[in-house]
């Protein structure tokens, strides 16, 4: 037997027969050409088929995964539309008269190589996005799109690493589980397996494909992320009680769902959840979450080239808000910098990221970024229940600014006749130990508070979150965070504001119960923690 480490992307077990997943791999040679013009039009109906399929692809998607499945595909049809890439095939093509193959192949490499450069880990990811509508040009120029070789019967899929066009493609009744020697958990095809509910391990390295071949026993567990190729029979039993243990468990949670989240002796929280797009409402609302407690509405802007303009804003508001009928959604403002770095804000490097120009500094900064947004979430207002949140706050006059600006944005919204929820509420996020200790200052200018713990952590033990050298150094249950945040929880209900948690604590079940005897009001988690959380609450007597 041979143990493997990698990345569990969705938390399951399978044991089952290897299949290594194989593809037919067009090998592109540098031709010169004598007529340009022949390769543009070879590649315009290359582009014109890759669309096509793609389009086809992107309906099975959103048949089988919902609409956060397919927005990958949409994004891919996107980038093959992507001017700055096109133009560059087509240059190459013109000027250093190549076959398009070859144009397509160097223009996909400079792309993906220009995406794993990137600090940020969600962009570094992308790269594999470009790889895979690279290869569908590719095989469309040789007319071999589509026609890759998938496996066939009840099998474990060991690849390299599997594009995303790759991973919908697979059959989902004969894949018990997903494999890969590379990838990230950020990558989309990642994120597919977990929409999938497939077992899957990512990034387990390339001694894997050494050590796996067709038909061999394989064993996954997709919560330690540990890969077991012919594994013995302690381990397979091991696995299996996992799995039955897992299935019991998935049931036990689906009886909660519709129930309240309520202590035995009968106080309410609300167990929202967190989520990074428009596409996270399906699993929020899967989960049965009480509504959205942090939209980390950054991503929007992550995900895009240039800055986002209201009304493609407002159309993602309003859509969570309407997925949501009637639930509360909270959407945090630009919360860019440090660790989510996005080339067009053209910010500078920094000595210090986590202690530099972020989030509502930068927003402060840069208000025209700002009011752009704000009146995109005003303009949402109208299609739900929505709440905006500011991230890190340290005074009282940033608070006191964030405020102004939406007076303004409401005022001109008046004006112009525009629809939207006069009662919106504003809140601020806990997340440094100055608007924690000032917290009494803070709370009558909001509505709420919620506490962000992964920065809160951070800031208070001096430790960068992004360090994995300091994790021996982080005790997330130190008492000077737990002190920081019973101290805003008292400042908020002593000034009529409501209190939540959406940072990571928030689902630390072994605080659960802490955290209602401070008199929590929300917490919001990732959407798989909802059920658990709700059970943990239901379990709690506060007498
Ligand atoms: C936090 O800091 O706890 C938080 C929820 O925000 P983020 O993780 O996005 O910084
Ligand atoms: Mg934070």
Redesign the pocket.
């Known amino acids: 037997m041979t143990v493997f480490d990698g990345r569990g992307v969705y938390g399951a077990v399978a044991v089952g027969k290897a299949q290594l997943f194989k593809r037919h791999q067009t090998k592109v040679r540098r031709v010169s050409v004598s007529k340009p013009e022949q390769e543009l039009e070879r590649l315009r109906a290359a582009k014109d088929a890759a669309v096509r399929q793609l389009s086809a692809i992107h309906k099975k998607a959103r048949k089988e995964l919902g609409e956060a499945g397919a927005l990958i595909f949409e994004i891919h049809m996107m980038m093959l539309d992507d001017d700055d890439f096109i133009d560059t095939i087509k240059d190459m093509i013109r000027t250093q008269r190549v076959n398009a193959e070859y144009a397509v192949s160097s223009a996909a490499d400079s792309f993906a190589k220009m995406f794993s450069d990137m600090e940020d880990a969600y962009m570094q990811a992308r790269s594999a996005d470009v790889r895979d509508i690279s290869n569908r040009l590719i095989a469309c120029l040789s007319k071999g799109g589509g026609s890759r070789a998938l496996p066939d019967g009840k099998m474990i899929i060991c690849a390299d690493d599997l594009a995303p066009s790759e991973t919908i493609l697979l059959d989902r009744s004969k894949v018990t589980a997903i494999v890969t020697a590379f990838g990230s958990a950020n990558s989309h095809t990642a994120i597919l397996a977990a929409g999938m509910n497939t077992p899957a391990v990512i990034g387990v390295g390339k001694e894997f494909l050494d050590a796996v071949e067709d038909g061999c026993l394989v064993g996954v567990d997709g919560h330690t992320g540990e890969v077991f190729v012919d594994p013995d029979d302690k381990t397979i039993r091991h696995l299996k009680q996992k799995q039955s243990e897992d299935s019991r468990r998935y049931q036990l949670l689906e009886q909660l769902k519709g129930k309240e989240s309520i202590t035995l002796d009968e106080k309410r929280v609300s167990i929202c959840a967190?989520i990074g797009g428009e596409c996270g409402t399906d699993a929020a609302i899967a989960n049965d979450a009480d509504g959205i407690g942090?939209f980390?509405s950054?991503f929007l802007y992550l995900g895009s080239e240039d800055y986002p303009t209201e009304e493609q804003q407002f159309r993602v508001y309003k859509n969570v808000l309407e997925s949501m009928k009637g639930k509360k959604v909270v959407i945090?403002t630009l919360?860019i910098g440090a660790d989510k770095q996005a080339g067009y804000f053209g910010l500078e490097k920094e000595e210090n990221p986590a202690l530099g120009f972020r989030a509502i500094r930068i927003c402060l900064s840069r208000p025209e970024i700002f009011l752009t947004q704000l009146r995109a979430l005003y303009r949402a207002s109208a299609f739900g229940e929505l709440a905006i949140m500011f991230?890190m706050i340290t005074s009282v006059p940033e608070v006191r600014q964030c405020l102004d600006m939406c007076e303004q944005v409401r005022k001109e919204l008046k004006e112009n006749g525009i629809r939207f929820d006069e009662n919106t509420e504003l809140g601020i996020?806990i997340?440094t130990p100055a608007a924690a200790v000032i917290s009494d200052r803070l709370a009558p200018m909001v509505d709420f508070f919620?506490?962000?713990?992964?920065?809160?952590?951070?800031y208070t033990l001096a430790c960068d979150r992004q360090n994995e050298r300091l994790r021996p150094f982080v005790d997330t249950h130190h008492e000077a965070i737990l002190r920081l945040i019973e101290m805003s929880a008292k400042n908020a209900h002593e000034n009529n504001a409501w209190i939540g948690i959406?940072?990571?604590?928030a689902a630390d079940l072994t605080l659960t119960e802490k955290f209602l005897r401070m008199g929590i009001d929300e917490f919001s988690v990732s959407p798989p923690f909802v059920l658990p959380l709700r059970e943990k609450v239901r379990s709690i007597s506060l007498k």
């Open positions: 967190n942090l980390r950054e945090r919360d991230p996020m997340e919620s506490v962000g713990t992964n920065d809160l952590t951070q959406c940072g990571e604590l």
